[in-house]
């Protein structure tokens, strides 16, 4: 099954890049400073802060691997969004922004920095430096083999174009035209997956008709099946799902990443600045319909054929007859896979197999639903949506890059004094760096074939302890510069050795765990054992910086006012209509929340 | 900062609306449609939505560049003149 888009799709995607180009060429004028380049001299209104938070973190992941996750797991995939987002989102603004706004830090560690020591915070900036460059590549390099797979287009024309685009837009415009741009992704990705969705569900007869074609129960249900690992096709328990994911996890991610954090930081005011990550949540909470919808219809519906539509199941032979016609070309072959997700194939192009069972490409669902079901036309909106969120990604990492790059660690250790403009110019070249070495690491994604797990796993390790540190920065102030650094390394070092003695039931030692020789326990599955070396992470991270704390000098309470909870004046909302209020929408957000979790529950 | 977003978020989906529908139009009777989108003319009719949903965003930079701006009264250091 291989798509031919046509002039039009090719169209689509030109006028897109074109508009994409453009917003950073109209921008470049406005770069005047540093502050305008890395922060958008803080002048953004909130709603398009709260768009571009949300679709920063709208990556590849998000499109694909929700999709993949949803064929695979089902509808409690969604707990990555109403367990696994939205709370610490809610957190974020409410509490922990009038921190990161408040304190006039222009980054994540020079918040680190202003509230703790220079240590703590070159542990961060450089940790998070290297993890948001790689993972940039590791991005491109999913988008090249993707379009190779499905297009046919070449994996290093993809790679280089893409990262050219991107350069140019961050180079001119900086921070204000990624965030520009990350609206008009959000859009995009939107507007291209509302349809898609609408027509997989008409076409299996609605989310009734989903349920009865799935036929297991456990996978149409997000909390019901939470009693036990084995009750459940993602392995885990409730405790496990709510500590690992809903809370060390996602807070770990969502209050202190700052690629999302910077977004936030560039609104225009104080408030505005709380209301980002909130404004963030409504969209956020809608779009497991947009994602985890199309991968659970994949695995079953089946191919197009050419004699007539297909709502009921197509007879045996017209759908060998559509393989059949397209494998001697290339593209994907269907046998063996399950609905339209094909299976994983080695070189030679025969289905790998693991246990006696074919070993599906849940990757490809989401991008087999595009092809499925959007005729050209329409097909060059969805494959801009699935570009729109690669790119969104990777401009994301990069302005977070030579932010981190130029204030924290060009400023902070190497060049102290320079001019203004002399690190404006940096911030430019860092982004050519930045880029050079993402691109480098695509390649170097594409030789070991583990790197995305790799990838994970580090982001895991140094995450899951950084909310610790955080947590205990902005509400503890006896918390010391010796105890957040000691807690950090010890929090890595935690998840390091947890993963290293552990080891999900049926895999081999290595990426999985394991690595240390002894295993001492195994886990019913990976997301099990991920979750549960995020709460060791944590657990550890936290008591170590107790311990180190109380053993420490503080900083004295004048030092402090400003950064930590105690020692700042609580954020007032008095001039703000009462719908705009942070509080209110929080409150909002979680009534929905529940609600939703109740009607999938 | 700079121009109002709102501005190439409309141009761009007014374009889309244009060329997709167009095509749409233009290809009312294609089996593509029976073979993919469960004989919906998607272009069409997406095309229409897209159009109506960018030309509402340019009618609200309209608006906005005719209206006086009413400041907000929170803190506002390094405001710029952006149009909301």
Redesign the interface.
């Known amino acids: 099954m291989r798509p031919h888009p046509h002039w039009i799709d090719y169209s689509v995607i030109g006028i897109y890049f074109t508009f994409v180009l453009g917003i950073g060429f109209v921008l470049k004028k406005y770069m005047k400073t540093s502050a305008d380049f890395f922060l958008s001299g803080r002048s953004i209104p909130a709603w398009i802060t709260g768009l571009a938070f949300l679709s920063a973190n709208l990556g590849a992941q998000e499109v694909i691997g929700m999709g993949a996750s949803g064929a695979k797991y089902g509808i409690m995939t969604s707990h990555f969004y109403w367990v696994g987002a939205i709370p610490a989102m809610i957190f974020v603004g409410l509490f922990m922004m009038p921190f990161y706004y408040g304190s006039r830090a222009r980054s994540v560690p020079e918040y680190l920095k202003l509230r703790f020591d220079e240590k703590t915070r070159g542990l961060n900036a450089i940790s998070f430096a290297v993890m948001t460059v790689f993972s940039s590549g590791v991005s491109m390099y999913a988008m090249g083999k993707l379009l190779q797979l499905l297009l046919g287009w070449n994996f290093n024309a993809a790679i280089i174009v893409s990262a050219l685009i991107v350069l140019a837009y961050t180079f001119l415009g900086g921070l204000t035209s990624a965030i520009y741009n990350e609206v008009l992704q959000f859009f995009l990705i939107v507007i291209g997956f509302i349809p898609l969705t609408f027509l997989g569900l008409k076409d299996v007869g609605g989310w009734e008709g989903l349920k009865a074609r799935i036929g297991n129960d456990a996978m149409v249900h997000s909390w019901k099946y939470l009693g036990s690992p084995s009750a459940n096709p993602m392995g885990v328990e409730w405790f496990s799902m709510l500590m690992g994911l809903g809370f060390v996890l996602s807070f770990g991610y969502w209050c202190t990443d700052f690629l999302v954090v910077q977004r936030a930081m560039a609104a225009d005011s104080m408030t505005s600045a709380r209301r980002t990550p909130l404004i963030a949540a409504f969209p956020k909470m809608l779009f497991p319909f947009l994602v985890i919808l199309p991968g659970m219809i994949a695995g079953v519906v089946s191919a197009a054929t050419m004699s007539g539509h297909t709502s009921g199941g197509v007879p045996a032979k017209a759908e060998s007859e559509v393989v059949s016609q397209s494998a001697p070309g290339g593209g994907i072959s269907l046998e063996g896979g399950k609905g339209i997700i094909p299976p994983k194939v080695d070189e030679s192009g025969k289905p790998l197999v693991k246990d006696g069972q074919v070993v599906l490409d849940y990757d490809l669902a989401t991008p087999m639903m595009l092809v499925r079901y959007f005729p050209s036309g329409l097909l060059g909106l969805g494959l801009c949506a699935l570009m729109a969120s690669f790119m969104s990604g990777m401009a994301g990492n990069t302005t977070a890059f030579n932010s981190v790059w130029t204030y924290d660690i060009y400023q902070g250790y190497i060049n102290k004094t320079a001019s203004d403009q002399h690190y404006l110019w940096m911030g430019r070249a860092a982004t050519v760096f930045g880029l050079a070495v993402s691109v480098a690491a695509a390649y170097v994604a594409r030789q070991f074939n583990n790197i995305m797990d790799v990838l994970q796993l580090v982001f895991a390790f140094v995450n899951a302890p950084l909310f610790a540190t955080f947590l205990l920065g902005m509400f503890w102030k006896r918390a010391t510069g010796h105890g957040a650094f000691c807690g950090l390394l010890g929090g890595t070092a935690a998840a390091a050795v947890h993963h290293g003695i552990t080891l999900p039931i049926g895999s081999v030692p290595g990426v999985k765990g394991g690595f240390l020789g002894v295993v001492v326990h195994q886990y019913p599955s990976e997301m099990a054992q991920n979750f549960w070396t995020a709460i060791f992470a944590w657990t550890t991270c936290f008591t170590i910086t107790i311990l180190v704390s109380l053993l420490t000098t503080p900083r004295p309470d004048g030092e402090l006012k400003g950064l930590v909870y105690a020692l700042t004046d609580r954020p007032k909302d008095v001039d703000l209509a009462w719908y705009q209020k942070p509080a209110v929408l929080a409150v909002v957000v979680l009534t929905v929340l529940v609600v939703l979790n109740w009607i999938f529950w | 900062?700079?121009?109002d977003?709102r501005l190439?978020?409309g141009?761009?989906?007014s374009?889309?609306g244009v060329?997709?529908g167009a095509?749409?139009a233009a290809?009312q009777d294609?089996?593509?449609?029976?073979?993919?989108?469960?004989?919906?003319n998607?272009?069409l009719w997406?095309?229409l939505?897209?159009l109506i949903?960018g030309g509402g965003m340019l009618l609200l930079v309209r608006r906005g560049a005719v209206a006086t701006r009413a400041s907000?009264?929170?803190?506002?250091?390094?405001?710029?003149p952006?149009v909301?």
């Open positions: 900062m700079g121009f977003i190439p978020i141009m761009m989906f374009v889309f060329l997709v095509y749409g290809t294609s089996e593509m449609y029976v073979r993919h989108s469960l004989g919906i998607v272009n997406w095309g939505v897209m949903f907000d009264k929170t803190d506002k250091t390094l405001r710029s952006i909301k």
